[in-house]
């Protein structure tokens, strides 16, 4: 018999608050086996489902997603056509994280480039500033974010 872990052994084993377990559990997301006295036994499958569901977490999906996504059957039950929209929703997934990160470089050389500006204020570290701060706004207008352009003119060289 394949052994089953009781939701206290499930949080110690993955660190995953019992009350987390449980609202997976009413969700649906994992919905482990019950006893006669209705106690949850987690199978070792679920366990990697958790494990999993950690790891979706981690690269920032929803439970929303996660759940509508991911149904974690077992691979006897896998649709090949399932398989490639999930592929695809990675896929956009990935393409998002990198949009986010180019976008936190970008934050980060401002946030440098600002603090460098005001440790040696002159006339040199000012003007690159502005044009990196043009720079970035022109890309913000490219992308049509809603900025008017009156509230920038007042910065020109």
């Known amino acids: 018999m394949k052994p089953l872990y009781s939701i206290q052994e499930v949080s110690q084993i993955l660190g995953i608050p019992k009350d987390t377990l449980r ?16 106690y949850r036994r987690y199978s070792r499958s ?21 759940k509508g996504k991911f149904g974690f059957h077992r691979m006897e039950e896998v649709d090949p056509a399932e398989c ?17 990160i180019a976008h936190l470089e ?9 603090a460098e500006t005001l440790r040696d204020l002159n006339h040199e570290s000012d ?19 809603g900025i008017s352009e009156e509230g920038c003119l007042g910065h020109e060289d």
């Open 23 to 38: 609202y997976y559990d009413r969700i649906g997301i994992v919905s482990p086996a019950r006893e006669d006295n209705r």
């Open 106 to 114: 970008k934050v980060s050389q401002l946030l440098e480039l600002a």
């Open 84 to 100: 490639l929209k999930v592929a695809s929703f990675l896929d956009a997934k990935n393409a998002e994280t990198r949009e986010k």
């Open 46 to 66: 679920d366990l990697m489902d958790l494990m999993n569901i950690q790891i979706l977490q981690f690269a920032d999906l929803s439970l929303n997603e996660i």
């Open 127 to 145: 003007r690159r500033l502005a044009a990196f701060v043009r720079e970035i706004y022109q890309t913000i207008r490219r992308k049509g974010n």
